[in-house]
């Protein structure tokens, strides 16, 4: 069966053209069109590299920058409980996690998971029971609802803590290098409100990177949906799947877009779903608090305005989360970063973290539109093996499979965060690691990785630190 491929435009390598007319294998060993732009023309050189995720698209107008600065200042806002005589920024809680979304997109980067000994911060848990809810999602836990929130306001007791526990596990490339791996298991702690319900699933998710979201929003469906192989049947190994997922505004499902799980479907929702699950502040589109029907001091406390964060500001806001500039690249022409790009297309990362794209149009968001851009993501589910399961269901996806993540600026991952943990619990502590992690549909990848040299191990390792 024909590989169906989106944007095939002259620069596009054809990756598979059927058996009659074998085309000559595409090179991988040199500098494509627009490749050091991964953003298009949202793509900005960052003055300073710990701001690097923090800059407005330099296409938008002096108008709209002035928009995109009201949502920051949401963004960044630190909330207070009610009432407060600041009252476009009170409503936090009673049950929260962080007091700004800046708390754990530090720089608007990513979250790590909790060392051994220390509390969970720029991690959250999602819980869950067996089965679905009226929409196909998550059944929240009947106590603690679908999120732990470790903080509660003065009256109200905080739900629990969560916290690690690492076991070091040993592991060699086929050359004899060894190596070791971080295996997290989770531990919550400190539950103020009894024991979880016994079958609870639950799932620890790392903050992800803020940039390019506005860009992921404008890809068409269905060049997501081109690249969706559910049953393989072109025999590769890799399926691919779409998350289905509730949309509130549309009454309706419709394809899920963000989180780790793809389990939200556009930026709006996303950015209600944490004002509302790590703020505790309500909107238009999440308009009740999280307390369950048992958390009777949460039920009781004092609110902020019905809704809690005007519509002004969750205007703002999506604005905001829409028009992050993806830094540039650098090295793109590095001999040592196209011999790693190589790698990259030969064992196979591309299957999954499709290079590049073009976006369609976005209501509301010229800047967005029509760009070539390079995520490396094909925004689907793929089963990653058992041990990177969380056993926890979201919408159509299962317990063993993840949203591929784009990988634009992994590379600035120290120098954003202050740290380079990756994957969805942030238990790999380098790019090598995530790839060491992957199994299931992605187990031939990494095998062929385990199978490098350490020439070529080096090399994939300059083009993913070059992104
Ligand atoms: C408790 C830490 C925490 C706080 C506070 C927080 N987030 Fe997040 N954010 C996360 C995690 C974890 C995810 C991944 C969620 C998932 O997979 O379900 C995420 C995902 C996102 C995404 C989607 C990114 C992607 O690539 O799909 C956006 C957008 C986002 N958050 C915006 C916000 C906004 C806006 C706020 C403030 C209202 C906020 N976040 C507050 C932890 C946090
Ligand atoms: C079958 C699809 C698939 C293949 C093949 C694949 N990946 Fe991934 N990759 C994923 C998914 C899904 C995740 C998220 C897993 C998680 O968070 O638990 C991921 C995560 C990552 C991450 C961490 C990103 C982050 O934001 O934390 C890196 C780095 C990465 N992959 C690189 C590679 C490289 C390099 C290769 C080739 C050796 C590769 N991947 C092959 C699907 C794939
Ligand atoms: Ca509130
Ligand atoms: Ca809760
Ligand atoms: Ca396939």
Known sequence: ???????????????????????????????????????????????????????????????????????????????????????????????????????????????????????ANTLLVRLSVPGADAHGGPLPEPTYGDQLQPRGITSVPAEGQARMHWTEVAGTFADGTPYSLAAPELLLTDLAYGPLSPDTRTSARVAQPLIGLGLLAAVPEATWLEWADPDDTNGDGISGRPNRVWSRREGRAVLGRFGWKANQPDLEHQNAAALLGDLGLTSALFPDETCTETQTACLAAPKGGTPEVSERQTRALDFYTHLLAVPTRERVDAPEVLAGKAVFHRVGCASCHRPSLTTGTLEGYPELSGQRIWPYTDGLLHDLGDALADG???????????????????GRTRLVSGHTRLLHDGRARSPLEAILWHGGEAEAAREAVRNLTQSERDALRAFLDSL
């Not at 926890?392 to 992994?410: K, Y």
Request: proline share 16%; net charge negative; aromatic share 6%.
């Open 392 to 410: 926890r269901e979201d919408f159509l996806a299962t317990g063993r499979e993840w949203r591929t993540p784009p990988l634009w600026s992994l």
């Open 1 to 119: 069966m024909e590989e169906p491929k989106p944007d095939a435009g002259p620069a596009e390598p054809t990756p598979d053209a059927g058996p009659e007319e074998p085309p000559p294998p595409p090179r991988h060993d040199v500098v494509e069109a627009g490749e050091e732009r991964p953003g298009g023309d949202t793509s900005l050189t960052p003055s300073s590299a710990s701001t690097a995720f923090k800059r407005p698209a330099p296409n938008l107008t002096l108008e709209r920058r002035a928009e995109f600065f009201t949502g920051e200042a949401v963004f960044e806002a630190d909330w207070l409980p009610a009432p407060n005589t600041t009252a476009d920024r009170d409503g936090l809680g009673p049950l929260f996690h962080s007091i700004s979304c800046l708390a754990c997109h530090v720089r608007n980067g990513r979250g790590r998971p909790p060392e051994e000994g220390e509390i």
